[in-house]
């Protein structure tokens, strides 16, 4: 699994990391690849919900705007995005 994952403000991408992980595609592992994408970015864990789960699934990306977080973000969305192989 590679995704793309990028914090952008005003439409332009402040900081991006294309993250690969052996693991099979379930929830599990989403929000475990979720946890170390924000670590890798260095920023706050969202509050995952189902919906962000199934755009993910369905569309091949979620976003998580500032409402997503429990703390205040110096960006405005964070975008992780499936990059199929």
Do not use: G
Not at 62 to 68: E, H, N, R
Request: net charge negative; aromatic share 12%.
């Amino acid at each position: 699994m590679k995704i793309w994952a990028r914090l952008v403000t005003d439409d332009k991408i402040q900081k991006d990391i294309l993250y690969r992980s052996p693991l099979k595609m379930s929830r599990a592992n989403y929000e475990i690849w979720l946890r170390e994408i924000c670590h890798e970015l260095d920023v706050p864990n969202p509050i995952l919900l189902d919906h962000h789960y199934k755009n993910f699934v369905n569309f091949h990306n979620t976003k998580f705007k500032q409402d997503d977080f429990v703390e205040s973000l110096d960006y405005d969305v964070l975008i992780v995005e499936d990059c199929k192989e």
